[in-house]
């Protein structure tokens, strides 16, 4: 049982920090985030926000909220390897 405390706890570390790297290079394109908008603006029946701040071409709020979920992901994933890395000390 030990093991497998230790081998899923490594695992979740190394999803964890893959998490982490996606998060620091993800970005949501101006033209995805209008897409997306129009999207969604037409399942409600409503007209689309289409007013935003762009850097670099990327839609700056969408970039952001895209980050900080997978960021969540990576904390999360990172919590359950600490865990689980406890839980192996005290097996025998």
């Known amino acids: ?3 497998f405390f230790l081998i899923f706890g490594a695992a979740m570390g190394v999803v964890s920090a893959g998490f982490w790297f996606w ?3 993800a970005r949501v394109t101006w033209e ?3 897409a997306r908008r129009k999207r969604v603006a037409a399942k ?3 007209t689309p926000n289409l007013g935003g701040v762009a850097l670099d ?3 700056l ?4 909220k895209l980050q900080s979920s997978l960021n969540a992901a ?3 994933l ?4 600490i865990l689980a890395q406890t839980a192996s000390s005290f097996m025998q």
């Open 1 to 3: 049982m030990k093991i």
């Open 23 to 25: 998060s620091a290079f």
């Open 32 to 34: 995805r985030s209008i």
């Open 44 to 46: 409600r029946g409503k």
């Open 57 to 59: 071409g990327n839609d």
């Open 61 to 64: 709020s969408a970039t952001i």
């Open 74 to 76: 990576a904390a999360a």
């Open 78 to 81: 990172s919590g359950l390897a």
